[in-house]
């Protein structure tokens, strides 16, 4: 199924029903695809909370995400 930017302001409720029924939804933003809305799967969903992934992973400077980045706030908050 295919829905516009617009269609998902205005429609979320029925979007997410259509994902909810296992139909996944493609966003579409002036014509291009810009993100999949896809049904959670409690089993395989990865829980990424405190962890960090990608570039950040294997830095040893950072042992606890929180602390580092309530560090790196400390002065804007």
Known sequence: ????????RF????????????????????GKPCAKLIPYDEENGQNTANEL???????????NVDAY????RKGRL
């Open 1 to 8: 199924m295919k829905a516009t930017a617009k269609e998902l």
């Open 11 to 30: 429609n979320s409720k029925e979007l997410l029903d259509a994902v909810n029924r296992g139909e996944e939804v493609v966003i579409t933003f002036r």
């Open 53 to 63: 992934f990608g570039i950040w992973k294997d830095n040893n400077r950072v042992q």
């Open 69 to 72: 980045v309530r560090g790196l």
